[in-house]
C-alpha cells in the first residue's frame, strides 16, 4: 500500500516533536508501505523568515520572498530525514523541484501544473522513505515558488493523486474534523466522516483543520483523506464522496470566521450595469467576494455591501475609489469588526426548518443577523464580532446538545 502523509509545523515544531512523528512514519513503514512524507515549516519558522525579510526591505519581490520561504520546509526534511537514519531506516530528502512538482510563475500563490513522479517512484523503488518539501515547487524558469496559505496540504493531496496512492493521511495538533472548534465549544463532537462538500464548505467558512484548495483537489482525484493527530494515537476523520451518516445528520458543522470585512459601496447610480462594475473592479485587483446583499437607497440610488477577507478590505476600498466616477456612487465605509457563522450540512437538503433553527438559536442570544447568504449545504450569517463564540455555541447546543 502507498501511503501519504502530511506533518504540519506543530507537529514538527522540536526535537521531541520530530521524533514522536518520525515514529509514525517508522511504524507504518515497517508494516510494510510505501511511505511519501510532506512537512511543513516547524513551528513559527515562516513568520521568522518574514520578519528576517521586513527587517531589510519592506517590500521584498515575491519571487525573493518564495526563494527564502522555502528554506523552511527544507530544514524540516532534512531534520526529518536525520532522525530517521539515526532509527536506521532508508529515507532521501527532497525539495520541490527535486519531487518533480511544477507550477505556474505566480510567486506566494502558485498553482501546481504537473507532477513528473520518475523521481519519486525510482526512490520508492529503492524501498525509501521519501521526504518532500511542503508548500513549494519551481516554474517554468526554474525559480522556486510557494504555493500559498495551506500550501503543504494542497502539496500533499497532489502527490496523491499523481501516485495513485491508497490513503492520504493529514496530521495535525488535533483529533479530526469537530463539529465545532473544540477549544471553544466544550461539547464539539469529534466526526468519523464528512463529504468533500462537507468539508470544503467547512474550510471556505473559516475552519482551520485543511485548507479549501487540498480539499478540492482531493474532491477532483477522488483522493480519499484522513484527518488525524500526531500527537494522539487514535483513528481520525475520513473525508470522502459519500458519508455513511450523511442522512442522518442535518447539520455537520459549524465554523467561525472572524478574519472577514464588510464594504458597503453607498449611493450606488441604479442603472443597468453598476452591480457589474463594483465587482468587477474588485475582482479585477484579484479580492474574492463573499455575501452581497443590495438595499434600495434613495433618488435612484442603493447601498451595495458584500464580504471580503479583512486583509483585502483596504485594497478593495481603494481600487473602487480609484474608480469612483466611472462607477458612480458617493461613498464607501468599512467594518471589520464582524464575524461569519456558518452552518454546513448536507442533510440540509432534505431536512425542513433548518434556517429556522439556526435564526432561533441566535435569537435565544440576543444575537443580530446583519447578512444572511446560503445554499444547499450551507447558512451563513454576518453577526457583530464580539458575539461570533456565542453564537456558535448556541447554534451548537441547538443541533447537537440537545
Same mark, same amino acid.
Given at each position: 500500500?502507498?501511503?501519504?502523509?502530511?506533518?504540519?509545523?506543530?507537529?514538527?515544531?522540536?526535537?521531541?516533536?520530530?521524533?514522536?512523528?518520525?515514529?509514525?512514519?517508522?511504524?507504518?513503514?515497517?508494516?510494510?508501505?510505501?511511505?511519501?512524507?510532506?512537512?511543513?515549516?516547524?513551528?513559527?519558522?515562516?513568520?521568522?523568515?518574514?520578519?528576517?525579510?521586513?527587517?531589510?526591505?519592506?517590500?521584498?519581490?515575491?519571487?525573493?520572498?518564495?526563494?527564502?520561504?522555502?528554506?523552511?520546509?527544507?530544514?524540516?526534511?532534512?531534520?526529518?530525514? !536525520?532522525?530517521?537514519?539515526?532509527?536506521?531506516?532508508?529515507?532521501?530528502?527532497?525539495?520541490?523541484?527535486?519531487?518533480?512538482?511544477?507550477?505556474?510563475?505566480?510567486?506566494?500563490?502558485?498553482?501546481?501544473?504537473?507532477?513528473?513522479?520518475?523521481?519519486?517512484?525510482?526512490?520508492?523503488?529503492?524501498?525509501?522513505?521519501?521526504?518532500?518539501?511542503?508548500?513549494?515547487?519551481?516554474?517554468?524558469?526554474?525559480?522556486?515558488?510557494?504555493?500559498?496559505?495551506?500550501?503543504?496540504?494542497?502539496?500533499?493531496?497532489?502527490?496523491?493523486?499523481?501516485?495513485?496512492?491508497?490513503?492520504?493521511?493529514?496530521?495535525?495538533?488535533?483529533?479530526?474534523?469537530?463539529?465545532?472548534?473544540?477549544?471553544?465549544?466544550?461539547?464539539?463532537?469529534?466526526?468519523?466522516?464528512?463529504?468533500?462538500?462537507?468539508?470544503?464548505?467547512?474550510?471556505?467558512?473559516?475552519?482551520?483543520?485543511?485548507?479549501?484548495?487540498?480539499?478540492?483537489?482531493?474532491?477532483?482525484?477522488?483522493?480519499?483523506?484522513?484527518?488525524?493527530?500526531?500527537?494522539?494515537?487514535?483513528?481520525?476523520?475520513?473525508?470522502?464522496?459519500?458519508?455513511?451518516?450523511?442522512?442522518?445528520?442535518?447539520?455537520?458543522?459549524?465554523?467561525?470566521?472572524?478574519?472577514?470585512?464588510?464594504?458597503?459601496?453607498?449611493?450606488?447610480?441604479?442603472?443597468?450595469?453598476?452591480?457589474?462594475?463594483?465587482?468587477?473592479?474588485?475582482?479585477?485587483?484579484?479580492?474574492?467576494?463573499?455575501?452581497?446583499?443590495?438595499?434600495?437607497?434613495?433618488?435612484?440610488?442603493?447601498? !451595495?455591501?458584500?464580504?471580503?477577507?479583512?486583509?483585502?478590505?483596504?485594497?478593495?476600498?481603494?481600487?473602487?475609489?480609484?474608480?469612483?466616477?466611472?462607477?458612480?456612487?458617493?461613498?464607501?465605509?468599512?467594518?471589520?469588526?464582524?464575524?461569519?457563522?456558518?452552518?454546513?450540512?448536507?442533510?440540509? !437538503?432534505?431536512?425542513?426548518?433548518?434556517?429556522?433553527?439556526?435564526?432561533?438559536?441566535?435569537?435565544?442570544?440576543?444575537?443580530?443577523?446583519?447578512?444572511?447568504?446560503?445554499?444547499?449545504?450551507?447558512?451563513?450569517?454576518?453577526?457583530?464580532?464580539?458575539?461570533?463564540?456565542?453564537?456558535?455555541?448556541?447554534?451548537?447546543?441547538?443541533?447537537?446538545?440537545?
Amino acid at each position: 500500500m502507498l501511503i501519504v502523509q502530511k506533518f504540519g509545523g506543530s507537529s514538527v515544531a522540536d526535537a521531541g516533536r520530530i521524533r514522536n512523528v518520525a515514529g509514525i512514519i517508522a511504524e507504518s513503514y515497517l508494516e510494510g508501505h510505501e511511505m511519501v512524507v510532506v512537512l511543513s515549516a516547524q513551528g513559527d519558522t515562516t513568520d521568522d523568515l518574514l520578519e528576517k525579510a521586513a527587517e531589510l526591505n519592506e517590500a521584498p519581490s515575491k519571487r525573493e520572498l518564495d526563494m527564502l520561504l522555502a528554506t523552511g520546509e527544507q530544514q524540516s526534511i532534512a531534520l526529518m530525514a !536525520m532522525c530517521l537514519e539515526a532509527m536506521g531506516l532508508p529515507v532521501v530528502s527532497l525539495t520541490g523541484w527535486q519531487a518533480g512538482i511544477r507550477t505556474n510563475a505566480d510567486y506566494s500563490a502558485a498553482r501546481i501544473n504537473r507532477i513528473n513522479t520518475e523521481r519519486l517512484h525510482r526512490e520508492l523503488d529503492k524501498k525509501r522513505i521519501v521526504l518532500v518539501a511542503g508548500f513549494q515547487g519551481v516554474n517554468k524558469f526554474d525559480d522556486y515558488t510557494t504555493l500559498g496559505r495551506g500550501g503543504s496540504d494542497t502539496t500533499a493531496v497532489a502527490l496523491a493523486a499523481a501516485l495513485h496512492a491508497d490513503k492520504c493521511q493529514i496530521f495535525t495538533d488535533v483529533e479530526g474534523v469537530y463539529t465545532a472548534d473544540p477549544r471553544k465549544v466544550p461539547g464539539a463532537k469529534k466526526l468519523d466522516e464528512i463529504t468533500y462538500d462537507e468539508m470544503l464548505e467547512l474550510a471556505s467558512m473559516g475552519a482551520q483543520v485543511l485548507m479549501n484548495r487540498s480539499v478540492q483537489l482531493a474532491k477532483r482525484y477522488g483522493v480519499e483523506l484522513e484527518v488525524l493527530s500526531s500527537l494522539v494515537r487514535a483513528p481520525g476523520t475520513k473525508v470522502k464522496e459519500v458519508s455513511r451518516n450523511m442522512e442522518e445528520m442535518k447539520i455537520t458543522g459549524i465554523a467561525k470566521d472572524a478574519n472577514v470585512a464588510r464594504v458597503t459601496v453607498m449611493q450606488v447610480a441604479d442603472r443597468p450595469g453598476s452591480a457589474f462594475r463594483v465587482l468587477n473592479a474588485v475582482a479585477r485587483a484579484g479580492i474574492n467576494v463573499d455575501m452581497i446583499i443590495q438595499a434600495n437607497g434613495r433618488d435612484e440610488t442603493n447601498d !451595495m455591501s458584500f464580504v471580503v477577507a479583512e486583509a483585502d478590505a483596504e485594497a478593495a476600498c481603494k481600487v473602487l475609489q480609484d474608480r469612483q466616477t466611472a462607477i458612480g456612487f458617493r461613498d464607501i465605509s468599512v467594518d471589520k469588526d464582524i464575524a461569519k457563522v456558518s452552518v454546513v450540512g448536507a442533510g440540509m !437538503m432534505s431536512s425542513v426548518g433548518i434556517a429556522s433553527l439556526v435564526f432561533e438559536a441566535l435569537n435565544d442570544e440576543h444575537v443580530n443577523i446583519q447578512m444572511i447568504n446560503t445554499s444547499e449545504v450551507k447558512i451563513s450569517c454576518v453577526i457583530d464580532a464580539a458575539s461570533a463564540d456565542r453564537a456558535v455555541a448556541a447554534i451548537h447546543r441547538k443541533f447537537f446538545e440537545a
